[in-house]
Structure formats: structure tokens, C-alpha cells
């Protein structure tokens, strides 16, 4: 079973950067990756997701712009780069996985992290 594992969020500034990363267990061949995002008392939000095949990247209108979202299927790595972050962006960052194309419904996806959170304060 794929098993997924994200990193990298910390306290950072407002106007600050941050690059999450998600590992998985194993290469991640035709899955489909997605961010989430929580934040305290809302409902988990669909931020990025990224299809298997190179070029099938949405984001959500809040990040656009700001967040850059990449893959390296053979490593079994996807990455999360956020720019330009507001207070607005805390939150615990998923990423999950599927197989077939990318949607924004948590539901549709088989395969969680445990989360790692990015809090933006000054």
C-alpha cells in the first residue's frame, strides 16, 4: 500500500517562502498528487494537484501565482513550492494520491500523509 510522508513546514514570515515535500513509498507511476490544506475550525481545501503526466497542474485562485507544484515520479517526490505566503495560508498541508486525473474532493483520493504545518506570522 502507497504510504506518503510530507516535510518541510515551519514558521515562516509573511512574505516568506516555503517548499513542502511529500515522499512516497514507492515510485509514483500513474497516480495523480494533490495538496490539501487545513486550517483550525475549517474544512480541509484542495490548494494543487498534479497529474502524472507532465503539464496537468491546477491550483486553487487563492495560490495561483504563488504556489509552484513539481514531481519526480522515479524518486517518488512531489514538491510544494509556496511564495509570497500570507497569515491566511496557516495551515496542516496534505498531499494525497490516486490513481487517474486530479480532482479538488478529498473523497476521490485513497492515500493521505499525516500532515505538516506551515504557520504565517510575523
Known amino acids: 500500500q502507497l504510504q506518503l510522508a510530507e516535510s518541510g513546514g515551519t514558521l515562516v514570515q509573511p512574505g516568506g517562502s516555503l517548499r513542502l515535500s511529500c515522499r512516497a513509498s514507492?515510485?509514483?507511476?500513474?497516480?495523480?498528487i494533490g495538496w490539501f490544506r487545513q486550517a483550525p475550525g475549517k474544512e480541509r481545501e484542495a490548494v494543487s494537484c498534479i497529474k502524472y503526466r507532465v503539464g496537468g497542474i491546477n491550483y486553487a485562485d487563492s495560490v495561483k501565482g504563488r504556489f509552484t507544484l513539481s514531481r519526480d515520479n522515479a524518486k517518488g517526490l512531489v514538491w510544494l513550492q509556496m511564495n509570497s505566503l500570507f497569515p491566511e495560508d496557516t495551515a496542516v498541508y496534505y498531499c494525497a494520491a490516486r490513481s487517474g486525473g486530479c480532482t479538488g474532493f478529498r473523497s476521490d483520493y485513497d492515500y493521505w500523509g499525516q500532515g505538516t504545518q506551515v504557520t504565517v506570522s510575523s
Open positions: 514507492e515510485t509514483l507511476g500513474y497516480y495523480a
